[in-house]
């Protein structure tokens, strides 16, 4: 945790394009192989089944991502205008690519990624080298491996249970990590790892142990991004603004107050009160704030404006404001990471090679124009570079009954009333869906394919890459 005393663009893609980004949870192997496609190559087929989606790829085709994200991706990531924005597009596609076939390959299913500074290359893994022609029929590349996610995920549930009971000071970090089909802890002392896996449970055949010197901290010290002071005096940023019902505020990292803690804006006026908020376990937190304030979609101004919240895939590109340190571009490394700061362990994070510094923490991390969570801790600097993770957002949305405010763009455009007669289902816009959910709209089942929160005008016919109708 990094405190900081009192003191002070990635921007989206239009909501149609970045509505296809994937969430997938992850693992491949070092022990697996890699099974390159035939001819035509996976970029020529992703360009031709994107050819047959509907107008939110289209759109996706036609649409500028403000300066601000393109401007922050070409210094961090290494690329020029037009290579940023062709990267967006095809993270996009990927990403809906690997949704179908993580429903497909079901219990096979063994992660998914992107690779390549431009191209993106879809790589998914699976256990059973007979879903390989599969993978290949989709435009990606194929991984056999070892072990299943589910079973990767299940040996890190097992962790993270032996965390609240066993001091983990001496291995920081651990994730389930997709390309190399193992659960990976990163350890200061090596020789913490054993007793930490038979606390566990756990098999350290399915473990990789990575040693670091990486000690994460918090980052101490209504727009994502803007800066906020907490009644003690330190200071921290603002994630997304949200409304609840009438009431409008924000969310924000955990750690940055208690429930009943009292805030000020960035311009120091009054502004609103921590409503709950946890950490460690989780580093989440809402802010309600008072009639002088009005949540928008924007993000540290500049045009930047929040669609959605569909979960980027491990590989993608992602951007973070913060009070401290501005726009910083990097990619995701893994999903539902644990981590160990030194006031406790915070599980089910996103790890991502970002620089952050003090009083960046609770700041907005998009992909795109979705929203993906806020700033919570890391190490290095935006100097030398460093690790950063974030808090997802959507689990934040869902612990409190909480919508992110979001633009009037994108499919189906979310501020048109969609169907003039209301068809029916299970289907509600401001619901958190998680992959595999199935809802009723219209007479028809369908199976969400990304985590995401929905919004006005997201119907599941209209959004076939969050939804597949059964």
């Known amino acids: 945790m990094l405190p900081r005393p009192a003191a002070a ?14 969430g997938l949870s992850g693992s491949a192997s070092a022990r ?9 190559t996976a970029a020529q087929k992703l360009h031709t089944a994107v050819q047959t989606l509907p107008t939110a790829a289209q759109t996706l085709r036609t649409a500028d991502a403000p300066a601000a994200l393109l401007h922050a991706m ?16 095809n993270e996009a596609e990927a990403g809906a690519t690997a949704g179908r076939l993580r429903a497909d390959l079901g219990a096979d299913f063994a ?9 993106g ?10 879903d390989v022609p599969a993978i290949r029929a989709r435009g990606a590349r194929a991984a056999v491996v070892h072990h299943s996610l589910a079973s990767l995920d299940a040996a890190k549930v097992r962790l993270d249970r032996a965390a609240a009971r066993h001091a983990t000071a001496d291995t920081p970090v651990w994730y389930v990590d997709v390309p190399s089909n193992s659960l990976v802890v990163q350890a200061v002392r090596p020789a913490a790892v054993r007793p930490l896996l038979a606390a566990a449970g756990v098999d350290p055949a399915l473990v ?15 727009r994502g991004g803007d800066a906020y002071y907490m009644g003690s005096g330190g200071r921290c940023s603002i994630g997304f603004p949200v409304t609840r019902g ?12 208690r429930a009943g803690t009292a805030t000020t804006g960035s311009n120091r006026v009054a502004q609103g009160t921590f409503q709950a908020s946890v950490f460690p376990g989780n580093d989440m937190a809402w802010v309600a704030t008072n009639a002088n304030w009005t949540a928008t979609p924007y993000v540290n101004g500049a045009g930047v404006q929040v669609a959605g919240s569909t979960q980027a895939m491990v590989g ?3 951007c973070r404001s913060g009070s401290t340190t501005g726009w910083h571009c990097g990619t995701v490394q893994q999903l539902n990471t644990s981590v160990t700061y030194q006031e406790g362990t915070v599980s089910g994070v996103t790890r991502t090679s970002v620089c952050a510094e003090p009083g960046d923490s609770g700041g907005s991390f998009l992909s795109g124009s979705q929203a993906q969570g806020v700033t919570s801790g890391g190490s290095g600097n935006c100097t030398s570079g460093g690790t950063t993770y974030f808090q997802p957002v959507n689990p934040i949305l869902q612990s409190y009954g909480l919508t992110l405010k979001t633009s009037g763009s994108g499919p189906g455009d979310p501020g048109d009333p969609g169907d003039p007669v209301d068809p029916g289902g299970t289907w509600s816009a401001g619901t958190v869906y998680r992959a595999g959910d199935t809802v009723t709209y219209g007479g028809a089942t369908y199976r969400c394919l990304q985590d995401h929160q929905a919004q006005p005008g997201w119907q599941p016919p209209a959004v076939p890459a969050l939804w597949q109708r059964l």
């Open 208 to 222: 990789r142990t990575v040693k670091t010197a990486e000690r994460p901290r918090s980052l101490y010290d209504l």
């Open 121 to 130: 290359t879809l790589t998914v893994a699976t256990t059973d080298a007979r």
């Open 316 to 318: 993608a590109s992602v």
């Open 9 to 22: 663009a990635c921007a989206a893609l239009a909501a149609a394009g970045t509505l296809l980004m994937a």
């Open 74 to 89: 070409e210094r961090d990531l290494d690329l020029d205008r037009q290579q940023a924005a062709h990267r967006l597009v």
């Open 246 to 257: 009438t009431q409008q505020g924000f969310v924000t990292a955990g750690h940055c107050g």
């Open 111 to 119: 992660g998914a990624w992107v690779r390549g500074a431009e191209s």
């Open 32 to 40: 697996g192989h890699e099974v390159a496609p035939g001819t035509p």
